[in-house]
T-cell receptor, first 117, second 114 residues
Framework: GAGVSQSPRYKVAKRGQDVALRCDPI?????LFWYQQALGQGPEFLTY????????KSGLPSDRFFAERPEGSVSTLKIQRTQQEDSAVYLC???????????????FGSGTQLSVL | AQSVSQHNHHVILSEAASLELGCNYS??????LFWYVQYPGQHLQLLLK??????LVKGIKGFEAEFIKSKFSFNLRKPSVQWSDTAEYFC????????????FGSGTRLSIRP
């Protein structure tokens, strides 16, 4: 597609509910990132995929957060037993090259705004 | 610990005023530096980047940034702002090691009075 696509655009969840957020990166992009952006803050790194391999998940805040990219294209970020502090915008970004010292720029999606009540 | 600091949370300027947004980073080793911009209702997009070479880098829409290694700074500048520059600006840094993630600052909201 023309850009990084994320769905849904908005998600309201009751506390304790599981949610799944989808990211369609630009076709052919090797690298895929998930970021969490709280209100008034910059994006915080969650996890990084190179093709289907999850090379860095150091930013995932707890074991309730899980991400996958099984075929090296579409990725899903799953949050189990959501809590109010999970409320944020979840951004997906992709880039053409692997992130091995490269200065490749990231292409961001519009994000999914998650509100946990 | 690796971090990026942006000093100004909200800057308000009149059209044609000059702009400078501060950014400092804390990183062990060599870094790549970026400025990203988010216009109202749009996604984050790259404004400019520094990888190596000339420390004064020019980006889109007349923006430039200067890498000053001794000050660990990468301030964003524009000589004369326009109303259309109203946006949120994020400074970011990435270490040169393999698979190093990009770390963002907290952002500066720029409002331009027409």
């Amino acid at each position: 597609g023309a850009g990084v696509s994320q769905s849904p655009r908005y998600k309201v969840a009751k506390r304790g509910q599981d949610v799944a957020l989808r990211c369609d990166p630009i076709s052919g992009h090797v690298s895929l990132f998930w970021y969490q952006q709280a209100l008034g803050q910059g994006p915080e790194f969650l996890t990084y995929f190179q093709n289907e391999a999850q090379l860095d998940k150091s930013g995932l805040p707890s074991d309730r957060f899980f991400a996958e990219r099984p075929e090296g294209s579409v990725s899903t970020l799953k949050i189990q037993r959501t809590q109010q502090e999970d409320s944020a915008v979840y951004l997906c970004a992709s880039s053409l090259a692997p992130q091995t010292g490269s200065n490749e720029k990231l292409f961001f999606g519009s994000g999914t705004q998650l509100s946990v009540l | 610990a690796q971090s990026v600091s942006q000093h100004n949370h909200h800057v308000i300027l009149s059209e044609a005023a000059s702009l400078e947004l501060g950014c400092n980073y804390s990183y062990g080793g060599t870094v790549n530096l970026f400025w990203y911009v988010q216009y109202p209702g749009q996604h984050l997009q790259l404004l400019l980047k520094y990888f190596s070479g000339d420390p004064l880098v020019k980006g889109i829409k007349g923006f430039e940034a200067e890498f000053i290694k001794s000050k660990f700074s990468f301030n964003l500048r524009k000589p004369s702002v326009q109303w259309s520059d109203t946006a949120e600006y994020f400074c970011a840094a990435k270490g040169r090691s393999s698979a190093s993630k990009i770390i963002f600052g907290s952002g500066t909201r720029l409002s331009i009075r027409p």
